[in-house]
């Protein structure tokens, strides 16, 4: 098995590649060893001294350490715990019935025509890019022109996220949406 890596935008995250799929649909953040435990491919991944976060998309895994850690020093770690997962044959997620996220908080109400927009234009046009570098950018909230938005993966902590956020998601938001008049991030 040849796992490839790729660097981030985030300097404290890599993207690996294991050359096949790791989650079906959907994504899953880990933001700490607690969160976890219902992933036997996350639990191994935290298990490496210095890893802080660990988040899945459809043919990646991302990883963030601590500033504390040099990549060269758990880099080797993470590798062979992502080739051991995938050669023990266990699931990436533990069937617990909760299932990976598909994305997006849900929102009814006198707004929910604009945020159907707004989760349309994120789905074709933010999360496919964000994706690429590791991350995924979920749509939260909308209240009085406020888009709320959750970073996840390499987005989470990145130091070009507010400005991925103000002015590419912002800018793209308020364009087609003249009703969006500000976009902020959220932690969950």
């Given at each position: 098995m040849f796992i490839q890596t790729e660097s981030t935008p985030n300097p404290a995250t890599l993207?690996?590649?294991p050359g096949q799929t790791v989650l079906e649909t959907g994504?899953?953040?880990f933001p700490n060893a607690t969160a976890a435990e219902r992933s036997p491919l996350a639990a191994r991944v935290f298990a490496v001294n210095g890893v802080t976060g660990v988040f899945f998309g459809n043919d990646f895994v991302t990883v963030t350490k601590a500033e504390t850690v040099e990549w060269e020093h758990v880099k080797p770690a993470i590798l062979g715990a992502i080739m051991e997962h995938f050669q023990s044959g266990q699931p990436t997620i533990a069937d617990d019935g909760a299932p990976a996220s598909g994305g997006h908080a849900e929102h009814e109400g006198e707004d929910s025509e604009i945020v159907n927009q707004i989760k349309?234009?994120?789905d074709t046009r933010v999360r496919p890019a964000v994706a690429q570098d590791g991350g995924d950018i979920t749509f939260h909230g909308f209240d009085r022109g406020v888009v709320y938005l959750h970073m996840q993966g390499a987005c989470a902590g990145c130091p070009s996220s507010t400005l991925t956020l103000k002015m590419g998601i912002e800018?793209?938001?308020?364009?087609?949406?003249p009703?969006?008049?500000e976009v902020r991030p959220v932690a969950v």
């Open positions: 993207k690996f590649l994504t899953a953040d349309e234009l994120l800018n793209l938001l308020r364009h087609y949406i009703e969006v008049l």
